[in-house]
């Protein structure tokens, strides 16, 4: 969203906070869709029994095949669940499925061996179930359409999408679902608000504050030679040092300098990690940084 205002001055920070909160809706709606598409994808085994069992030479593999993979206690908890199902409705979830793709999905890993293995199996347990899943959904996303799906719905699915890869990960290892299963991974208002509102209007308030106080540092750096993705970074981490008492300033160095490993160039790590080390340095010498509780300065 800074970088949205720093290329269209026309943006008022109110436009911008709306954009964010529907950023955060988008990153929920993207958990739910996934979800979704688990049990979407598994649900096809239904058609693979009925077309096995509608050949007039059946094999061994296909008499002995089950929907299990769907028909399970486990994908059932999901399936069968209200206020997953209450969710999807009300966002408007199951809109965005495409048939196709999902279908293409459970061909291609109906082929696979760890399927052909779980089908094998006499005797089957939770874990069993839970394995396969996390197959199912290994295998959906390696797929290379995989990403262009996510991102013609949700174009912010490259910056969520190790977020939502963790949580899918966790839903299935957590399964059977409990009945508000979901809301375990809704966005907080602590995070969401409290935080990221707070950490992007400070920003973009206090902008000539916090270019005052970078500019100094970078020494042999002309201010107008640093890229743009660096300098609102740069901003971003000054801000939190000086107005997140809670938050350790360990913990900021190591979160702005792995972002800047995701948004801005090779070097840029070590650029933003030099500046933001001398800034810390120099703040703390002339007592400006306060944080709350012990060894929150370390």
Same mark, same amino acid.
Request: net charge negative.
């Given at each position: ?6 290329? @269209? ?28 598409? !688990? ?22 593999? $296909? ?16 399936? +069968?669940?209200?206020?997953?199902? @209450? ?15 999902? !279908? ?29 899943? =996390?197959?199912?959904?290994?295998? &959906? ?27 899918? #990960?966790?839903?299935?290892?957590? !399964? ?5 299963? &979901? ?5 907080? $208002? ?11 209007? /400070? ?14 540092? =970078? ?5 107008? %030679? ?23 300033? #360990?913990?900021?160095? +190591? ?5 800047? /490993?995701?948004?801005?160039? $090779? ?26 509780? %012990?060894? =929150?300065?370390?």
């Amino acid at each position: 969203m800074l970088y949205t205002m720093s290329r @269209d001055k026309d943006l008022s920070l109110y436009q911008v906070l709306n954009h964010y909160r529907k950023s955060i809706h988008k990153s929920f709606d993207l958990y739910l869709f996934n979800v979704l598409q !688990l049990t979407e994808v598994a649900k096809y085994s239904y058609k693979d029994a009925e077309k096995r069992a509608s050949k007039h030479l059946p094999s061994a593999e $296909d008499k002995a095949f089950t929907p299990k993979i769907y028909d399970n206690e486990l994908m059932q908890s999901i399936v +069968n669940n209200k206020c997953f199902w @209450d969710l999807v409705k009300s966002r408007k979830i199951k809109e965005l499925l495409d048939d196709d793709t999902n !279908l293409k999905y459970y061909v291609d890993f109906s082929e696979s061996d760890e399927y052909k293995a779980y089908l094998s199996q006499t005797e089957d347990s939770d874990q069993n179930h839970k394995d396969i899943f =996390l197959h199912q959904y290994r295998f &959906c996303y390696s797929n290379e359409s995989f990403d262009d799906e996510m991102e013609s719905e949700f174009p912010c699915w490259m910056d969520d999408k190790s977020l939502i890869m963790g949580s899918m #990960k966790k839903t299935i290892k957590a !399964l059977p679902a409990t009945e508000n299963f &979901c809301e375990a991974y809704r966005p907080t $208002d602590e995070t969401t608000v409290e935080f990221g509102e707070v950490l992007l209007e /400070k920003v973009v308030n206090d902008n000539d504050e916090l270019l005052g106080i970078i500019e100094p540092a =970078l020494k042999n750096w002309d201010v107008d %030679r640093v890229a743009i993705i660096d300098m609102i970074i740069l901003k971003m981490a000054l801000s939190e040092l000086l107005s997140f008492p809670s938050i350790p300033t #360990k913990v900021t160095l +190591n979160e702005f300098v792995e972002i800047s /490993k995701l948004y801005s160039t $090779d070097k840029s790590k070590d650029f933003i990690n030099g500046i933001l080390d001398r800034l810390m340095k120099q703040l703390d010498k002339e007592g400006k940084i306060n944080k709350e509780g %012990r060894g =929150l300065k370390g």
